[in-house]
């Protein structure tokens, strides 16, 4: 198995990076195509890559 590293460097205050990953009406521009609700504690959100590789991703926030 290989594994791989990224970096990003974003000139962005935190405050809005932070803001950008939990709106999916932010997100959807630059990661997935659709989301179903923000990202926040406890909440189950679908995140979307219709467009590109038709597949769909369930994320349960635990904290």
């Known amino acids: 198995m290989s ?14 990076v932070f803001e950008a990953f939990i709106d999916p009406e932010i997100t959807k521009h630059f990661c997935f195509t659709k989301g ?9 959100v ?12 369930v994320v349960i926030n635990f904290n």
């Open 3 to 16: 594994w791989w590293k990224g970096n990003m460097l974003i000139r962005k205050p935190t405050n809005l």
């Open 36 to 44: 179903s609700g923000r990202l926040s504690s406890g909440a189950r």
């Open 46 to 57: 679908t995140w979307e890559w219709g467009a590109m590789f038709w597949i769909s991703l």
